[in-house]
């Protein structure tokens, strides 16, 4: 749903008011990004208690509640991105052809994929953001504010998928079935990408958590921060 608003904001943006591509792009993470505050806080907070059985049909649920949202408001005709010339076109690098859109993106996926992992190792909100996630409790024993934690990220997180959906709009297209399609097929990809960890890891004898993740001595750097 936030990929395909900064989609839409993008589009919208070029074809009415004659916004320039790259001017839409800050739009197109701001815009997401409040909408995910104010969700966050409205309607996603009361769920985190609930099982996570609620969680996807409630996801479920907002994807289609959007999608018509979208088709009343814009209708559901292919929305084109219009780029501009110094995007167009491809070259050739070791006879191997590649679309300069493509290189772009790759290039802002990359420097975003720099700047994410600087803040979530070396600032003191990364630091607490992987303490509240580690032991929210610990971490709320420790005088951070977990829920304000978890808002901003989520907001952060809202607009990396509104950036994303104004970047993917190109390639991937943009109108609401085409979303929808996207959201079940990456729900099912996933699903198969834990199951194939899943036996895997029975298979090694290893007992696999999401906590793992954020393996670290978190608590102890807080405490040495805070």
């Not at 991105?81 to 996926?109: D, H, M, N, T």
């Not at 303490?131 to 610990?138: I, K, T």
């Not at 834990?194 to 807080?222: E, K, Q, W």
Request: glycine share 10%; aromatic share 8%.
């Amino acid at each position: 749903a936030f990929a395909m608003a900064g989609g839409y904001v993008t589009v919208l943006l070029m074809d009415r008011a004659g916004v320039p591509f790259l001017a839409t792009l800050p739009l197109a993470f701001l815009l997401p990004a409040l909408v995910g505050a104010v969700a966050e806080r409205l309607l996603y907070r009361p769920m985190y208690k609930r099982p996570h059985l609620d969680h996807v049909l409630f996801s479920i649920g907002l994807v289609f509640m959007t999608v018509a949202a979208v088709d009343w408001l814009v209708g559901s005709q292919q929305q084109i991105v219009k780029l501009p010339l110094w995007l167009q076109g491809r070259f050739e690098i070791a006879s191997v052809g590649i679309g300069k859109y493509r290189l772009f993106i790759i290039v802002v996926c990359l420097l975003l994929t720099l700047m994410l992992q600087w803040v979530l190792g070396r600032t003191r909100f990364g630091r607490r953001l992987r303490a509240a996630v580690d032991d929210p409790r610990v971490a709320a024993g420790l005088g951070i504010n977990v829920n304000q934690v978890f808002s901003v990220t989520f907001a952060v997180g809202s607009g990396l998928a509104g950036l994303g959906g104004a970047l993917g709009a190109e390639v991937l297209g943009l109108d609401e079935v085409s979303v929808t399609a996207s959201f079940f097929d990456m729900g099912g990809n996933s699903l198969s990408a834990m199951r194939l960890a899943a036996r895997a890891a029975d298979a090694l004898g290893v007992a696999v958590s999401v906590r793992d993740v954020f393996a670290a001595p978190t608590i102890g750097l807080l405490a040495q921060s805070v």
